[in-house]
């Protein structure tokens, strides 16, 4: 839309918008504000959904000049001119776009809801908006895609919702601009405008197309940040109080794993990118977003298709940590999906037409590990059913579940079998022995990509898990204390430090355990005098400390030189860099105004008041480095978000070398270091003991 306007007005227009729009959706009273569980039942029942990247992008398919590699990003990963790129839209003609096959296509996959990108970091809108003319409207096609996708995705069950980049790489208003894009003046550009603008089209957005989700994407440049991302997150609100919200919305994604790392940030749901988190955390919810192939936009160039079978090992591990799976779809500039992914759906479609069960409305599993598969959980009266999915069966085909209190209220049965009449023989005496089950699984009916058993138990799931063993460290210099705990009620921790395993006798664990010399502790929870879960081993090291130098180190501070970089990781040989600047540094920071591909460098000596185990937490956005006495003690390098690890080393009372690196290529950037001794919190590493 927008063709009459000008710029200016256009502007002035979006900066009404939101007020307007505000107003406009008080045809009824404002709707009270949802309890939050009410609110995300639909989404935690789905656990699976279809995200699709579609847009101008999809026209040079990944192709431009000699690379084919490129994807959604092409306007910058080729540095593609905006007046280039735009030549793009009077080609958008997708004649052969069907919504109804879109959405029949997600529904038949078992799929209860789709996000589309309204809107990618090209800034393209996929419907007429009122704010620009850079929209399907003003192509040839004209059609708007939002509109018939949704009421699609309303004929067939599925929820409509719509992904909406923050960044935006077309609008002049948005900064910052690409560093290789020298040519578009940032001359009265306005941040805060743009701010405006992003509110009024999400208003449109949900005020025409009501999503169940929005997901923002692109929040992490230096002009977006939380009071911004909490007025974004509010307006979402007020718009539609049953909308749910991406914690992409905020800053404080915490990289890539996607798990806000800040108690302020706002946002319903964490997003984990390409990567399935170790496990599940209980009471957060979080959706993995992932490609079928290697792209998420359509690139005809890329052939690594991704199986059926670790599609559905996906879902099934995602679903089995209590996470949602959003698979991705990058269809074709004529509207179509490719047919490695139309092949693909079918199949996961079949799987999940005999053991959609198994994944809808489940929770996560109540076993840590199991060797040949993933479990899932649904709650049905007075039983449970435990849906065992079985990836790999053991040799000699029995599924074992240690550690679990329940009875099994019926006999076991294969969720694909029509009749669920399908009656498991039993292993050698029973599948229900005390704290264990047991169940044989016959080999010539296995689903080649994961056969679902499902065992229903009484009442709720009481399964006794294995003993933690939290410490510090695993190295220690004076004496360590050891604690041992187990999560579950009504048992207790019996170890071991002689490398004996621990019988019903061996000594239980009240309060931490205080190691002096190296031993191996075993422990494992009992029950009523009954061993419930395996031995869990760990092994504690006495080490000496590093002696310290003696130097002549009589100021405070370190040194610090600064350096121009374009690096993604810090190399190993770093001679020949040059300093644009030197000088003393009271602290380990990365400064006010630390700037772009740069890069610091502190050195000098860490002065320790006794000797013991220090343990330290480099905390960084991009990469850094921590070396002491020589020895690399925190790795927290490559581009990310704000990061922290974690390192230690014994050091004896004195004057230690030390050097730390830090590099920010673009957008956000910090870097504190802290440090603890043993027992104690992690604090700042003070003036005080940083010497030159
Ligand atoms: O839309 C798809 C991609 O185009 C988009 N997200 C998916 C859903 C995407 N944009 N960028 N990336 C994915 C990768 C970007 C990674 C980084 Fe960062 C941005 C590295 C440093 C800045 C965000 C902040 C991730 C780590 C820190």
Same mark, same amino acid.
């Given at each position: ?31 009270? !504000? ?5 609110? &995300?039942? $639909?989404?935690?029942? /789905? ?16 192709? *431009? ?8 990003? =092409?306007?910058?990963?080729?540095? =593609? ?48 908006? /009122?704010?620009?003319? *850079?929209?399907?409207? %003003? ?27 923050? &960044? ?45 989700? &929005? ?30 919200? %991406? %914690? ?27 990567? =399935? !988190? ?35 090992? %996906? ?15 990058? !269809? ?6 490719? !047919? ?11 799987? &999940? ?38 990836? #790999?069966? @053991?040799?000699?085909?029995?599924? #074992? ?56 138990? +009484? ?42 395993? @621990? ?41 000496? @400390? ?9 100021? +405070? ?22 300093? +644009? ?30 000797? #013991? ?47 730390? =690196? $830090? ?11 802290? *440090? ?17």
């Amino acid at each position: 839309m927008l063709r009459q306007a000008t710029l200016r007005s256009a502007l002035l227009l979006a900066a009404l918008l939101p007020a307007l729009g505000c107003r406009s959706t008080g045809t009824a009273a404002p709707a009270a !504000p949802m309890d939050q569980d009410q609110r &995300m039942d $639909w989404w935690r029942q /789905a656990r699976f959904g279809m995200f699709i990247h579609w847009g101008l992008y999809a026209i040079p398919a990944g192709k *431009w000049g000699a690379k084919d590699s490129h994807g959604e990003w =092409i306007r910058t990963t080729a540095e =593609i001119p905006l007046d280039e790129y735009e030549k793009f839209q009077p080609q958008w003609n997708p004649t052969k776009f069907d919504a109804e096959a879109w959405a029949s296509m997600a529904a038949a996959a078992g799929m209860k809801y789709l996000v589309i990108t309204s809107k990618h970091h090209d800034g393209f809108c996929l419907w007429d908006s /009122a704010q620009t003319d *850079w929209d399907v409207g %003003n192509t040839p096609h004209g059609r708007d895609i939002l509109r018939e996708l949704k009421d699609a995705c309303d004929r067939h069950g599925v929820k409509f919702c719509t992904y909406h980049s923050i &960044m935006d790489w077309h609008h002049p208003d948005y900064l910052p601009r690409r560093a290789w894009e020298k040519d578009r003046s940032t001359d009265g550009a306005d941040f805060d405008r743009f701010e405006k603008y992003l509110h009024a089209q999400v208003t449109e957005i949900v005020q025409n197309y009501h999503p169940g989700v &929005m997901w923002f994407d692109g929040e992490w440049e230096s002009t977006w940040n939380h009071e911004r991302g909490l007025r974004l997150y509010e307006l979402c609100r007020r718009l539609d109080p049953a909308m749910i919200v %991406n %914690n992409r919305v905020d800053v404080h994604r915490g990289g890539m794993q996607g798990f806000a790392n800040s108690s302020e940030a706002v946002g319903d749901f964490q997003t984990p990118e390409q990567e =399935i !988190p170790a496990t599940g955390v209980p009471g957060v919810d979080w959706e993995s977003c992932m490609t079928m192939n290697s792209h998420w936009g359509w690139n005809a160039y890329d052939t690594q298709w991704k199986s059926t079978t670790t599609l559905l090992h %996906n879902l099934i591990d995602i679903a089995s940590k209590g996470g949602n799976y959003l698979l991705n779809i990058g !269809p074709r500039a004529d509207g179509t999906f490719p !047919p490695d992914a139309v092949q693909r759906l079918r199949e996961i479609g079949a799987w &999940m037409d005999k053991n959609g069960e198994a994944i809808r409305g489940t929770t996560a599993s109540v076993f840590d590990d199991l060797s040949w598969g993933r479990c899932t959980v649904r709650r049905e009266g007075a039983t449970t059913k435990l849906f065992l999915h079985v990836f #790999e069966l @053991p040799a000699d085909g029995i599924l #074992e579940l240690r550690g679990i209190a329940n009875h099994v209220a019926r006999p076991p049965y294969l969720l694909a079998d029509p009749r669920k009449q399908y009656y498991m023989p039993m292993s050698a005496g029973s599948y229900d022995e005390p704290n264990t089950i047991r169940i044989q699984v016959p080999r010539n009916d296995l689903d080649p990509h994961a056969t679902v058993v499902v065992v229903e138990i +009484e009442g709720v799931p009481v399964i006794y898990k294995a003993p933690v063993i939290t410490a510090d460290s695993e190295q220690f210099v004076g004496g360590i204390d050891v604690h041992l705990s187990t999560p579950t009620a009504n048992a207790s921790v019996r170890y071991t430090t002689d490398g004996s395993p @621990p019988s019903p006798q061996a000594a239980a664990a009240v309060g931490p355990v205080h190691l002096t010399t190296t031993c191996t502790v075993k422990a494992a929870t009992f029950h009523d005098g009954v061993q419930v879960s395996d031995v869990v081993t760990r092994t504690f090291t006495k080490v000496t @400390p590093l002696p310290p130098v003696e130097p002549v180190a009589p100021g +405070e501070g370190l040194l610090f030189t600064r350096h121009a970089v374009n690096w993604r990781s810090i190399p190993d040989d770093r001679r020949g860099l040059s300093a +644009e600047s030197a000088g003393v540094a009271a602290e380990i920071t990365a400064g006010a105004a630390p700037g772009e591909h740069v890069a610091l460098r502190f050195s000098g000596f860490l002065k320790v008041p006794e000797g #013991e185990l220090y343990r330290f937490r480099l905390t960084s956005d991009d990469g850094s480095k921590l070396w002491i006495g020589g020895r690399l003690v925190v790795d927290n390098d490559g581009p990310h978000g704000s990061e922290a690890k974690d390192g230690a080393i014994a050091l004896g009372a004195g004057l230690h070398p030390i050097e730390l =690196i $830090w590099f920010n290529i673009t957008g956000g950037a910090a870097l504190s270091l802290q *440090w603890a001794r043993p027992g104690a919190a992690f604090e700042k590493v003070p003036t005080s003991a940083l010497r030159h």
